[in-house]
């Protein structure tokens, strides 16, 4: 195996969007892209793992630890959601156009979070 299987990526705001641009670069330990949006691996998910080498991950088929996230892809417009994974240092992207709110707010920074996405926001990073 090579030393570094994973590539990056950057993911940009979509329109309407908020926050980032995000690079994302999975890690041993570090590889999950996890989808949260229900019914199986979101089209966002699957067009990160496919360029970065991540393995996509249905968190809401099951649970992984937070450490071993190297994104999650959320579907959230309300509260919840939305500023978890940004509490816990986890790089989030939302599909919807949203923007920080809800009880978690202060978390969602430009650095850790990028909103509105669409599989045609991520592009591979060539180095």
């Known amino acids: 195996m090579s030393e570094n299987k994973y590539r990056k990526v950057r993911i940009k705001r979509g329109p309407k969007g908020w926050?980032?641009?995000?690079?994302?670069?999975?890690?041993?330990?570090r590889d999950l892209i996890y989808s949260v949006t229900g019914g199986g691996i979101h089209p966002v998910a699957q067009r990160i793992a496919e360029l970065t080498g991540g393995r996509p991950f249905d968190g809401f088929k099951s649970k992984a630890a937070f450490e071993e996230i190297a994104v999650a892809v959320i579907d959230c417009g309300g509260t919840a959601r939305i500023g978890v994974y940004p509490?816990?240092?986890?790089?989030?992207?939302?599909?919807?156009?949203?923007?920080?709110?809800?009880?978690?707010?202060?978390?969602?920074?430009?650095?850790?979070?990028?909103?509105?996405v669409r599989p045609e926001d991520i592009e591979l990073i060539e180095e």
């Open 19 to 29: 926050g980032g641009p995000l690079i994302i670069e999975p890690k041993p330990g």
């Open 87 to 116: 509490m816990k240092k986890v790089p989030t992207v939302d599909i919807y156009p949203t923007s920080p709110s809800g009880p978690l707010f202060r978390f969602i920074t430009e650095k850790v979070f990028v909103s509105g």
